[in-house]
């Protein structure tokens, strides 16, 4: 009989004087020796419950990702002064489904190596093979389920995910003090501010940088659109010679088209589409090259709307109002601006604010004029208005804030120490008004 350590002869194993182990059917545990065949199943029972859950979290972590901020939780800040930065929460979540996926993936690991020490490393490596197959594809089919059903997925598991968030917070600690100690939070909070980045700044345009970083995400297309009566547009009843003289006038690439009134924009005219078509004569039907109009909400953010800008591939957008009228246009190089700075080219005038100084204390200035150059050239604090001005940018909405309605010529407001008398104004607007500083 062929001596092997394979054997079950008893003989066979002593035959030769040669002892062989016999394979172990048991394991131990704190000191407490228990079968296999006892915890095998409970094994695999606890690995199939904990990838559940990891699918679970993954799906959730997919469906909020795709839904955007707007129904993240995460976005929002609990009340009090201990709330949880957002980052730390979504870390600490993402940190307890890995957790969970590396223990279920350990625990398998430990299964197959029990069976394998029993004889089936056959069955076991193909067996091992089809589970991390099947578990790509099931997380893989779980995140797209998720993120393209992540509207109806949401509200379904909305107060589950509270209650995860609850879970994670005792790991939130830890991340924090190691994000302190490498420098990459700050222990003010979740958000950068911008006297924190001001601090940091070592020159005037460094400082002016940062703070445009720093605001882009508040800021509104209402805050950094070009306002209605600052908008060149062509009528779409203009013939094809008329509208080159305007385009040469205008100096603009692209320009929007209304019919009857800037309330009703029928597309964007692209310059460059108009260039085959130049030797034309007049009769020619420059309408059918009009590209079509985004119109946005006054309160769209800029962040938001630079990505629409990029997936639909267009540099303009018509800013509406509550009423659907049009309040002013918004370009590419507008958003750009509210980062960099006032971005000039070939075409841009250099603008300075037109005003008049009388005395020492004695300005006169065109309505138009915005409150922050009024700031600059008065000496006072960018914030000096704040409290006042509303969402007004000029003058004459910061007096239209002031007065609660339209004032008339000779009409005097009062603010601290600054005192603003309407020089010139008819029914539509404030034309130019005359500033006392105390």
């Known amino acids: ?3 092997t350590e394979d054997s079950d002869d008893p003989l066979a194993r002593t035959r030769t004087g040669i002892h062989f182990p016999r394979k172990s059917t048991q394991t131990t ?3 407490v020796i228990i079968p296999i065949d006892f915890l095998a199943p409970y094994d695999f029972i606890l690995v199939i419950f904990l990838l559940s859950i990891s699918l679970f979290l993954s799906g959730i972590r997919a469906a909020y990702a795709a839904s955007g901020a707007m129904e993240n939780p995460w976005e929002r800040k609990a009340e009090g002064d201990n709330h949880l930065p957002t980052r730390i929460q ?3 979540l993402s940190l307890v489904q890995r957790g969970l996926t590396l223990f279920a993936l350990l625990l398998a690991a430990r299964l197959a190596w029990l069976h394998m020490q029993a004889g089936s490393v056959e069955t076991v490596r193909w067996a091992v093979l089809a589970f991390l197959v099947i578990w790509i594809w099931l997380d893989a089919m779980v995140r797209y389920n998720s993120a393209r059903k992540a509207q109806e997925f949401i509200p379904k598991i909305s107060g589950l995910t509270q209650v995860l968030i609850k879970i994670c917070k005792p790991l939130t600690q830890p991340i924090m003090k190691l994000g302190y100690s490498f420098g990459v939070l700050t222990p003010h909070g979740a958000e950068i501010t911008t006297e924190m980045l001001e601090a940091k700044a070592e020159s005037e345009e460094e400082t002016d940088l940062l703070r445009g970083l720093a605001n882009f995400r508040q800021t509104n297309a209402r805050k950094a659109m070009q306002a209605r009566v600052q908008v060149t547009a062509f009528d779409i009843e203009l013939d094809f010679h008329e509208l080159m003289d305007r385009i040469n006038k205008s100096g603009y690439s692209r320009v929007p088209v209304y019919r009857d009134d800037l309330d009703h924009i029928e597309g964007i005219l692209n310059v460059k ?3 085959p078509h130049i030797h034309l004569d007049e009769h020619f039907n420059w309408q059918k090259l009009l590209r079509p109009v985004y119109f ?8 938001d709307l630079m990505k629409d800008f990029q997936n639909r591939r267009v540099h303009m957008a018509i800013v509406v109002d509550e009423y659907g009228g049009t309040s002013g246009l918004i370009t590419l190089e507008d958003i750009i601006e509210e980062i960099f700075g006032d971005i000039n080219d070939e075409y841009d005038e250099e603008e300075e604010v037109n005003y008049t100084q009388v005395d020492e204390h004695t300005y006169v200035f065109e309505g138009r004029v915005l409150i922050n150059d009024l700031c600059r050239i008065l ?3 960018t914030d000096y208005f704040d409290e006042v001005r509303g969402n007004s940018e000029s003058l004459a909405g910061l007096l239209l804030e002031l007065f609660s309605r339209l004032p ?3 009409e005097i407001a009062t603010h601290r120490e600054v005192t603003f008398k309407v020089q010139s104004a008819d029914k539509k607007r404030i034309k130019k008004v005359r500033v006392l500083v105390s």
Do not use: H, V, W, Y
């Open 1 to 3: 009989m062929k001596e």
């Open 29 to 31: 545990l704190a000191g």
């Open 90 to 92: 979504q870390l600490a």
């Open 273 to 275: 589409d108009l260039l």
């Open 296 to 303: 946005i909400p006054e309160s769209k953010r800029l962040d």
């Open 379 to 381: 000496n006072l604090e």
């Open 408 to 410: 008339r010529t000779g």
